[in-house]
């Protein structure tokens, strides 16, 4: 004769076997948890120059992608704006450029390879509570650059032959340049150049400070190296011997708190992939004939690289 078994003990079972097919797939072997920061929302910035956005662009819509929950504030401003909010929690994640973060952390710091200012810049940033992931192969540096047209009225070559013009010399930059150590104190420091007049121009080397040196309202600007406007317009750009202008790595910069492993997995496979040579054409996709939207070019760039 068969004796029926309780139905709360196979009530009991039945949970008992849930219970343990839960425990399973709740193994943080298995799954990303909250506490590794992989759900938390990112909120991604950029400073106030095209290359800055594109580039910021690229890193939300990778994460997006990656299905990271994404806000995007853009345009933020100088260092002297976004160091902060970083710090504080404001913005999470942002792309910087590794020599001259690291000497607005610290004026003193030394600059001579691109090693030493990874090294530098990571424990700069850790104090803060900040993490640099990996550097990209693409460089954005500060330059000097000059019509064709002014290069060979001057016979212009280097930085150091500015200073035979400086009673007439008008240099563009935005304001910051005025101070920080790699633009008019290290002008004059490395080369001996003391422009007869600063140019002020908000706009990080973008369409007005092209401008006014096209129209001939300056004679020099600081224009970044991957703009695509330099081929496009034939300008010159000045040797740099003594190195006044660092090395400068895209790198992005992250809140601590934000970097969870397959966070910083996403960003470092886009900085694996993202040369000076892909850099130059993003921005021409911004700033060229077909004048996308820094997302847009994002995404079409993310695509091409099979990781969009």
Same mark, same amino acid.
């Given at each position: 004769?068969?004796?029926?078994?309780?139905?709360?003990?196979?009530?009991?079972?039945?949970?008992?076997?849930?219970?343990?097919?839960?425990?399973?797939?709740?193994?943080?072997?298995?799954?990303?948890?909250?506490?590794?920061?992989?759900?938390?929302?990112?909120?991604?910035?950029?400073?106030?120059?095209?290359?800055?956005?594109?580039?910021?662009?690229?890193?939300?819509?990778?994460?997006?992608?990656?299905?990271?929950?994404?806000?995007?504030?853009?345009?933020?401003?100088?260092?002297?704006?976004?160091?902060?909010?970083?710090k504080d929690g404001s913005i999470d994640l942002i792309?910087?450029?590794?020599?001259?973060?690291?000497?607005?952390?610290?004026?003193?710091?030394?600059?001579?390879?691109?090693?030493?200012?990874n090294t530098q810049l990571a424990a700069a940033l850790?104090?803060?509570?900040?993490?640099?992931?990996?550097?990209?192969?693409?460089?954005?540096?500060? /330059? @000097?650059?000059?019509?064709?047209?002014? =290069?060979?009225?001057?016979?212009?070559? &280097?930085? !150091?032959?500015? #200073?035979? +013009?400086?009673?007439?010399?008008?240099?563009?930059?935005?304001?910051?340049?005025?101070?920080?150590p790699v633009g008019l104190p290290g002008l004059a420091?490395?080369?001996?150049?003391?422009?007869?007049?600063?140019?002020?121009?908000?706009?990080?080397?973008?369409?007005?400070?092209?401008? /006014? @040196?096209?129209?001939?309202?300056?004679? =020099?600007?600081?224009?970044?190296?991957? &703009?695509? !406007?330099?081929? #496009?317009? +034939?300008?010159?750009?000045?040797?740099?011997?003594?190195?006044?202008?660092?090395?400068?790595?895209?790198?992005?910069?992250?809140?601590?708190?934000?970097?969870?492993?397959?966070?910083?997995?996403?960003?470092?496979?886009?900085?694996?992939?993202?040369?000076?040579?892909?850099?130059? /054409? @993003?921005?021409?996709?911004?700033?060229?004939?077909?004048?996308?939207?820094?997302?847009?070019?994002?995404?079409?760039?993310?695509?091409?690289?099979?990781?969009?």
């Open positions: 004769m068969k004796i029926a078994r309780p139905r709360t003990a196979i009530t009991l079972s039945a949970l008992a076997m849930g219970a343990l097919l839960l425990t399973a797939c709740s193994n943080p072997t298995d799954a990303r948890t909250p506490g590794e920061g992989a759900d938390q929302k990112i909120v991604v910035s950029s400073a106030n120059f095209v290359t800055s956005e594109v580039v910021g662009n690229v890193y939300a819509e990778a994460l997006r992608a990656a299905e990271v929950p994404v806000e995007t504030r853009f345009n933020v401003g100088s260092r002297e704006a976004y160091v902060p909010a970083l792309p910087d450029f590794t020599g001259n973060l690291l000497l607005f952390l610290d004026k003193d710091a030394k600059v001579s390879s691109t090693e030493e200012i850790e104090k803060d509570g900040l993490e640099p992931l990996d550097p990209a192969p693409a460089e954005d540096k500060d /330059a @000097l650059v000059v019509t064709e047209k002014r =290069a060979k009225e001057w016979k212009l070559r &280097s930085i !150091s032959d500015l #200073a035979a +013009h400086n009673s007439e010399l008008r240099i563009a930059s935005a304001p910051e340049f005025k101070e920080r420091e490395h080369y001996g150049v003391v422009p007869k007049q600063f140019v002020a121009i908000s706009d990080g080397g973008g369409p007005a400070t092209l401008k /006014a @040196l096209l129209d001939g309202n300056v004679d =020099a600007a600081n224009i970044y190296t991957a &703009s695509a !406007s330099i081929p #496009a317009n +034939h300008l010159v750009i000045l040797e740099d011997p003594k190195f006044n202008f660092p090395s400068q790595n895209v790198v992005p910069v992250i809140n601590k708190k934000k970097a969870s492993p397959h966070v910083k997995s996403v960003l470092n496979e886009v900085s694996k992939r993202l040369t000076t040579t892909e850099l130059i /054409a @993003l921005n021409e996709l911004v700033t060229g004939t077909k004048k996308l939207e820094p997302t847009a070019a994002a995404k079409q760039w993310l695509e091409s690289q099979g990781l969009g």
